[in-house]
């Protein structure tokens, strides 16, 4: 084998050693030019995002003389190729497949074959705003308080893990979810009744309040199928999710807060239903997104309290 050969071989395996985590974008090989785009990813910041940093470098070869006539963003891995590609040619292919053309013939090729993971994990937290709508029919019990919509507010806290599809970019999500449902009266001397065979209120006259709310808790497990435009990224990028989610209430009590600054708190469920089954959409970029959810499942127990259903809507954080 000539020394030359011997030299190409050995540049090719360099090349296919060093490229590591180097991405290629050239989408058919081009004689006479060489594009090399690493990406360099960085420890998670304060927020924890993961920053991304992308270098773009390119030596251009004089395709008749094999001379370079052009250098930009000179680096190690460069200066080490420039003395040798003279004889050999590197055209760096799509997929992190790389290939050595010598008098353009093919003579080495590698894949990084980077499959995206079977399951990734992903957790993240809602916060938005929670109505509640009824039916246009006469009330058979008597009428769920009136709200301050703009305090009447829902968190969401989950964690899930979403399975692999067809692609690592589609995946069929499942995990768990802790709901708070705060609604908050507009009127702060309503008071619901506990242990009552339907829902019933009363108003307090006698003392000064400032604010009257009811608090609903629900745990769950959420089915949804999604897609990201990163496929193994639970956190990068685009994603957009729709599914359902089938809750049990864990806990309700109301709290009232008295002008005093005192507050008084009383557990009970309030004819409110034990299940709630919601189904929900959600979008997000990076960070941060928009969902909305909307419960198909009534309010209260059946005959306990007017047919109720609620909406939930805002801002999701991962």
């Not at 395709?63 to 930009?72: D, F, H, K, Q």
């Not at 055209?91 to 990084?112: A, E, F, G, R």
């Not at 619901?192 to 006698?206: R, Y």
């Not at 959409?281 to 997104?289: A, E, P, T």
Request: include cysteine.
């Amino acid at each position: 084998m000539k020394i030359k050969n011997i030299k190409t071989m050995l540049l090719s395996v360099a090349v296919c050693f060093l490229s590591g985590n180097i991405l290629f974008g050239q989408n058919t090989p081009k004689k006479g030019e060489i594009i090399v785009e690493k990406t360099v990813k960085n420890k998670r910041d304060s927020s924890g995002k993961i920053t991304e940093t992308k270098i773009t470098k390119r030596i251009k070869i004089d395709s008749s003389s094999m001379e370079l006539i052009e250098e930009v963003m000179h680096d190690s891995l460069i200066e080490n190729l420039k003395t040798d590609t003279i004889n050999s040619i590197i055209s760096l292919w799509p997929n992190n497949n790389l290939i050595v053309i010598n008098n353009d013939t093919i003579i080495s090729s590698h894949k990084n074959n980077n499959k995206s993971p079977l399951i990734i994990t992903n957790g993240g937290m809602q916060m938005g705003f929670a109505t509640l709508q009824r039916p246009n029919i006469a009330a058979i019990n008597a009428e769920f308080p009136e709200l301050i919509n703009s305090s009447s507010l829902h968190f969401g806290f989950n964690s899930e893990w979403g399975v692999k599809t067809f692609s690592g970019k589609w995946r069929l999500w499942s995990g768990i979810q802790y709901d708070i449902m705060n609604y908050r009266f507009s009127n702060s001397n309503v008071r619901l009744l506990a242990n009552q065979p339907v829902f019933n209120t009363q108003m307090d006259s006698a003392n000064n309040s400032a604010k009257s709310k009811i608090v609903v808790n629900y745990i769950g497990i959420p089915f949804s199928f999604g897609y990201q435009s990163k496929a193994g990224e639970a956190d990068e990028g685009f994603r957009i999710r729709a599914g359902i989610m089938a809750g049990y209430r864990v806990r309700t009590h109301t709290k009232v807060k008295l002008d005093n600054d005192k507050s008084t708190k009383d557990f009970d469920d309030f004819n409110m239903n034990d299940f709630m089954i919601t189904p929900f959409v959600q979008m997000s970029y990076n960070d941060i997104g928009l969902y909305f959810r909307y419960n198909t499942s009534q309010l209260f127990k059946d005959n306990q309290g007017t047919r109720y259903t609620g909406m939930q809507f805002g801002l999701v954080f991962q």
